[in-house]
Each structure stands twice: as C-alpha cells, then as structure tokens.
C-alpha cells in the first residue's frame, strides 16, 4: 500500500528543520517545538491540518514580531537552500501558510515575502486570500509578476488566480469575472516553461467551468500559432471536449459522426463487487468512405446516496479510424475504493461517446 501523502512529516524530518532553523534562531527551543508537534491529535489529521498546525506551532517559538518572523522565513529558506534541498519542496509549504495566517494585516511585507518564498515552494495557496481581501492590488500583483525572470514566480501569477484551484478557497469575483485574468494568460500562452504553459492551461479550463464562452473565444484566437500553444488550447479545453461542446469539437476536427456506427455492445461483468472492475466491449463502425478523427470517449453514471445517477466521462482515445473499418474495443474501469469517490450500491450506467454524441446506455449493477 502507497504511503500516505501527509507522512511527509516525519520526525527525520522536523530533526533536520529544526537543526535548520537553529542556525538562524539560535535560541529556538528544539524539544518544545518537536513536543508541540507531535501532540496527541497528529496522528488523526489529514495533509493540510498537518501543514496549518506546524504553521501555528512555528508561531509559537517565534517572535512576536510579524515582521521579524517573515525576515526569519526568508532566511529559513535561504539556509536550507545552503543546506542542500531542493526547490518545489511540498513539505515545506507551510512557510508560506505561515504568511497567509499571520501576513494579513502586513500587505506589501507578505507579498515581498511570497515572491520570494514560491521561489523554493509554491505560494498558490498562500496568494489566494491576499487577492480576495485586495483584489485590485492582487491582481495588479500577478501582472506584474507574469513578467518576472524566475519561472516559479510566473507560475505563481497565473496558478495563483485560478478562479477554481483544487483544494483551495475559490475566488468568486473571477469566477463571475474572469477577464482581469486574459492579459496575464495571453502573455504567458507561450512561456519557455513547461509548467507555466501547463498553468495558463489550468487556469482556462477552471474559467470554461462558469464562462466557457471567454474560453471559446480564446481558444479559436490562439489556436493553430505554434505547436506550444496548440497544447495549452487542447489542454484548457478539456473539460468542454468532456462536454461534447460543438465549437470546440470542430476546431479540434472532431466533425460529423453521421457514419459511425456502434455495434455488438457487451458488459462482460453486468455485476461488480466494489473493489473490482467493470468491463465492457463493442465495435466501433466507420461506414464512411473517408478516414475519420474520432474522439471516442465513454459515460460512467454512478449512483449517488439519493440513488440519482451522476456522470463521468473518460476518454478512450483520439485518432483517425480508417474508412470501411471496424473496430473491436475492449475496456476496464475499477471500483477500486479511493478517498475522492463515495461509492453506492445499486443501478449504474454506461454509454460510449463518439464527438461529443453520446450512444445508447447500458445498465450494470454494483453490489458490495
């Protein structure tokens, strides 16, 4: 079994932070902060919890001075730097939660802080609810730091506004709005990092979430400039490939389905045990004279607690299907259990999509 994600925090590691920040504060109290640490509600919390009580702890054995505590981060950091680690290291990203707790109050101090904290950790965040209580000066802020010569930090300015960051607070005024965001993805669309590219990607496809007509608009813009670029369209357009919709199928090529035909549909295992797999197999027909670029994808809907079902879509492929063709397809899915789905008894359905048209459904039954 994988090791969980919040063992990061070991005690190996909190014996080589602490012998970090000693060389910094020379008289942190080692034996108090570790004790506090490891009280007896460690065990049960999760990542974040783990992360937001180090930050609490932190604050207790340092000054009370917010100021002095953030020169002493920045100084943290340029220690362990020295000290050999690396840069994107998630386990120190309570530093920056350190400046999202205590910073507030101290704008222009914390914002100085970030720019150079999310260069060893990433600040995306710690920046969120800096641009929600300022956000003029925020999103001025990530403007400006779209232009910034480390590549961390122009990740920041658009990773840090996206308006729907997994596991982080939304920010409703770009969810409603998003158009203060366009100048700083229009500039970093074709950015020499590979992470900054795949962030504008992200951050379109959080905006196709509440305003997929702002994404239409700039995908048909963008699309067709360079090979970079075209990545980052398919990208931030996921979710509306998922959602079948017609604009955005026809930039991609994915046209008529009027030829295609599916055939000899099959549940191989029409009742599954949670824990095990569904599989399923068809034929897929192209009766036409001419190649097609098929995107053929299939519908999961799994019953929900009020025994409504509730669809999911996976993608099987994107390719060309020769004329004439037929084509056999066999596919698995795992009810293996995982933390980010709930699963329930009962009905479930499967249907195949090909561009965006959804085929006939099918029932199978999920017992425990």
């Not at 998630?90 to 222009?108: A, K, N, R, S």
């Not at 500039?187 to 496809?205: I, T």
Request: net charge positive.
């Amino acid at each position: 079994m994988a090791e969980l994600f919040k063992n990061i925090y070991t005690h190996k590691f909190f014996e080589e932070f602490i012998a970090t920040i000693q060389k910094v504060v020379p008289g942190f109290d080692a034996f108090s902060f570790s004790n506090k640490i490891f009280d007896d509600q460690w065990q049960h919390k999760e990542l974040k919890q783990r992360m937001r009580h180090i930050t609490n702890v932190l604050q207790e054995h340092l000054s009370s001075d917010y100021c002095i505590n953030a020169d002493i981060i920045l100084k943290v950091i340029e220690q362990l730097k020295k000290d050999g680690k690396k840069e994107n290291s998630i386990e120190y990203m309570f530093l920056p939660d350190f400046i999202e707790v205590y910073g507030m109050q101290h704008y222009e101090i914390s914002v100085k802080a970030i720019e150079k904290i999310t260069q060893f950790t990433s600040c995306e965040f710690a920046i969120r609810p800096f641009i929600i209580k300022f956000p003029k000066k925020g999103m001025d802020q990530m403007i400006k730091w779209a232009t910034h010569k480390h590549p961390m930090v122009r990740r920041l300015s658009t990773e840090g506004c996206r308006p729907r960051l997994p596991w982080a607070i939304a920010i409703s005024f770009l969810k409603k709005d998003p158009l203060p965001i366009v100048p700083i993805l229009e500039h970093l669309k074709k950015d020499e990092s590979e992470s900054v590219r795949r962030s504008v990607a992200n951050n379109l496809n959080d905006i196709a979430k509440d305003n997929p007509d702002i994404v239409i608009s700039l995908a048909k813009k963008w699309y067709g400039k360079s090979n970079e670029i075209d990545w980052v369209v398919k990208h931030a357009c996921r979710t509306l490939l998922k959602q079948g919709n017609k604009q955005i199928m026809e930039l991609f090529g994915f046209e008529t389905v009027s030829q295609i035909k599916i055939s000899n549909f099959q549940i191989l295992t029409p009742k599954v045990k949670i824990g095990q797999t569904l599989e399923f197999t068809f034929q897929l027909n192209n009766t036409g004279n001419v190649p097609s670029k098929l995107r053929l994808e299939y519908g999961l809907y799994y019953q929900k607690a009020n025994r409504s079902l509730s669809k999911k879509v996976f993608k099987i492929s994107e390719k060309l299907y020769p004329e004439k063709s037929k084509t056999n397809i066999v596919r698995k899915q795992s009810f293996k259990i995982i933390t980010t789905r709930k699963f329930y008894t009962g009905l479930h359905q499967v249907s195949i999509i090909v561009n965006g048209n959804e085929f006939e459904k099918y029932d199978f039954i999920l017992t425990s």
